[in-house]
């Protein structure tokens, strides 16, 4: 699980280009949008993307996404439950 | 008709040319077939969370209007004209690559949001909060010629009374790729102090961004006056002196009277043949510059062209390294310059101190 939390930041970082942000400067319950990392709908939207190629998870209800992109921590539950890749 | 000023100037390009207390002091020389620009400090120009989705192009262009916008001492202006050759071409790349290699699936929205060509005019606007008119001419080696004359229409009719104009194109990784298997780009590097005298075809590819804020009325820090622009899509060796004499006829101008001529000589040996017929015959007498062996062929190149004969004016000052033939006139008072691409999409842009 560990793991995954680190992959994930790492992926996120990139992926969304967060240039002034490393590693360890996101904690596994920061918010991922609005105060936190600050990140917006074109990224959830990236996200989404990134579950499906990466993990192999559709998200078919995009509501679902509110409370799996709530923070790593939140997303790497998610992720262990339900990738098929 | 009003008359059209350039009231400040900003240009980002393979020299340090950003910083507008300088002009070509210290030149950069390249020995490359493809250059790219000196990079300003984006982050002093661009909020981080804008920028992380912004292509080299777009920080270029953002950047370049901000420093007109700030040496014109404006805070918004009535319309922004763009004129870009390829747009936000690593963009697009970066989007129909991902088509390929993903299979058509898994298209995430950013890179594909940014790939328009009105990309970067439509960031200054969110940028300043100017809610004018907006365009982006893409006409190949006349994208930024396009755009000035647009807002040199507007502003003579006082339809607009500031307009940021500029021209941006960006390197981009296929692109170089495709232009260096058609032989576009030269084959061999080049020393950029010997361009001219590569005697091999093709060109030394660059990118760039150079912004201009056009008004009708004139200010203490005018640079010139922009007194006539015109475009060919296509025009012979043969028909360009006679085509240079009527453009200046109808400006009320003889060859005598153009102190300074901006060439866009870029060192291809099959079509350099344009400015040479002017430079060893019509123009002979002129005092001549050149400039893409210090930023390199793209597009928009010519926007530096401008930015380097409005610099001129200003300063009348011609720095060493774009000096080609001639002596200094001791006045530098009308610019006239030319530029083709391949032969194709001619220019012919004239500038007056004021």
Same mark, same amino acid.
């Not at chain 2, 400015?275 to 062996?293: A, F, M, R, V």
């Given at each position: 699980?560990?793991?995954?939390?680190?992959? &994930?930041? +790492?992926?996120?970082?990139?992926? %969304?280009?967060?240039?002034?942000?490393?590693?360890?400067? =996101?904690?596994?319950? *920061? $918010?991922?949008?609005?105060?936190?990392?600050? &990140?917006? +709908?074109?990224?959830?939207?990236? %996200?989404?993307?990134?579950?499906?190629?990466?993990?192999? =998870?559709?998200?078919? *209800? $995009?509501?679902?996404?509110?409370?799996?992109?709530?923070?790593?921590?939140?997303?790497?539950?998610?992720?262990?439950?339900?990738?098929?890749? | 008709?009003?008359?059209?000023?350039?009231?400040?100037?900003?240009?980002?390009?393979?020299?340090?040319?950003?910083?507008?207390?300088?002009?070509?002091?210290?030149?950069?020389?390249?020995?490359?077939?493809?250059?790219?620009?000196?990079?300003?400090?984006?982050?002093?120009?661009?909020?981080?969370?804008?920028?992380?989705?912004?292509?080299?192009?777009?920080?270029?262009?953002?950047?370049?209007?901000?420093?007109?916008?700030?040496?014109?001492?404006?805070?918004?202006?009535?319309?922004?004209?763009?004129?870009?050759?390829?747009?936000?071409?690593?963009?697009?790349?970066?989007?129909?690559?991902?088509?390929?290699?993903?299979?058509?699936?898994?298209?995430?929205?950013?890179?594909?949001?940014?790939?328009?060509?009105?990309?970067?005019?439509?960031?200054?606007?969110?940028?300043?909060?100017?809610?004018?008119?907006?365009?982006?001419?893409?006409?190949?080696?006349?994208?930024?010629?396009?755009?000035?004359?647009?807002?040199?229409?507007?502003?003579?009719?006082?339809?607009?009374?500031?307009?940021?104009?500029?021209?941006?194109?960006?390197?981009?990784?296929?692109?170089?790729?495709?232009?260096?298997?058609?032989?576009?780009?030269?084959?061999?590097?080049?020393?950029?102090?010997?361009?001219?005298?590569?005697?091999?075809?093709?060109?030394?590819?660059?990118?760039?961004?150079?912004?201009?804020?056009?008004?009708?009325?004139?200010?203490?820090?005018?640079?010139?006056?922009?007194?006539?622009?015109?475009?060919?899509?296509?025009?012979?060796?043969?028909?360009?002196?006679?085509?240079?004499?009527?453009?200046?006829?109808?400006?009320?101008?003889?060859?005598?009277?153009?102190?300074?001529?901006?060439?866009?000589?870029?060192?291809?040996?099959?079509?350099?043949?344009?400015?040479?017929?002017?430079?060893?015959?019509?123009?002979?007498?002129?005092?001549?510059?050149?400039?893409?062996?210090?930023?390199?062929?793209?597009?928009?190149?010519?926007?530096?062209?401008?930015?380097?004969?409005?610099?001129?004016?200003?300063?009348?000052?011609?720095?060493?390294?774009?000096?080609?033939?001639?002596?200094?006139?001791?006045?530098?008072?009308?610019?006239?310059?030319?530029?083709?691409?391949?032969?194709?999409?001619?220019?012919?842009?004239?500038?007056?101190?004021?």
């Amino acid at each position: 699980m560990e793991a995954l939390k680190e992959e &994930l930041k +790492s992926k996120i970082i990139e992926q %969304l280009n967060l240039e002034d942000v490393s590693v360890d400067e =996101i904690a596994d319950d *920061d $918010p991922l949008f609005g105060e936190g990392l600050g &990140l917006d +709908s074109i990224d959830a939207l990236e %996200l989404i993307v990134m579950l499906d190629k990466d993990y192999g =998870i559709k998200l078919a *209800d $995009p509501k679902e996404g509110k409370k799996i992109f709530e923070s790593i921590g939140t997303m790497a539950d998610y992720i262990t439950l339900h990738k098929t890749k | 008709m009003k008359p059209v000023y350039i009231n400040s100037v900003a240009s980002i390009s393979a020299q340090r040319t950003f910083d507008n207390s300088v002009f070509l002091d210290d030149i950069i020389a390249y020995t490359d077939n493809v250059i790219r620009v000196v990079d300003p400090n984006y982050k002093e120009f661009i909020p981080p969370a804008a920028a992380r989705r912004m292509a080299k192009g777009i920080k270029m262009g953002v950047t370049a209007s901000k420093i007109a916008l700030q040496e014109a001492g404006l805070e918004n202006v009535d319309a922004i004209i763009t004129g870009t050759g390829l747009g936000c071409i690593a963009d697009s790349e970066k989007f129909v690559s991902s088509i390929i290699d993903d299979n058509e699936e898994y298209l995430t929205p950013t890179s594909f949001i940014q790939s328009t060509h009105n990309t970067v005019a439509g960031q200054i606007a969110l940028g300043i909060g100017c809610k004018g008119y907006n365009f982006t001419y893409v006409h190949s080696s006349i994208s930024f010629e396009s755009a000035l004359l647009d807002a040199k229409l507007q502003l003579e009719n006082e339809e607009a009374q500031n307009i940021l104009v500029g021209g941006v194109d960006e390197l981009a990784d296929h692109h170089i790729k495709i232009h260096k298997l058609v032989n576009h780009i030269k084959v061999d590097v080049v020393n950029s102090k010997g361009l001219l005298e590569s005697g091999t075809e093709g060109a030394v590819f660059g990118e760039g961004a150079s912004f201009f804020m056009l008004s009708n009325e004139k200010r203490e820090n005018t640079y010139a006056e922009v007194l006539d622009v015109t475009t060919y899509n296509s025009l012979s060796e043969q028909e360009l002196p006679n085509t240079l004499r009527s453009f200046l006829q109808e400006n009320n101008l003889e060859i005598a009277d153009v102190d300074i001529v901006v060439m866009g000589n870029n060192g291809d040996v099959n079509y350099d043949k344009y400015y040479d017929t002017l430079s060893h015959e019509l123009l002979k007498n002129t005092s001549q510059t050149y400039y893409k062996h210090l930023c390199g062929e793209f597009n928009t190149a010519s926007s530096f062209g401008t930015w380097m004969a409005a610099k001129m004016i200003k300063t009348q000052h011609v720095p060493k390294a774009i000096k080609l033939r001639g002596v200094q006139p001791s006045e530098i008072r009308t610019v006239l310059l030319y530029n083709q691409y391949r032969g194709e999409n001619h220019s012919l842009v004239l500038l007056r101190r004021c």
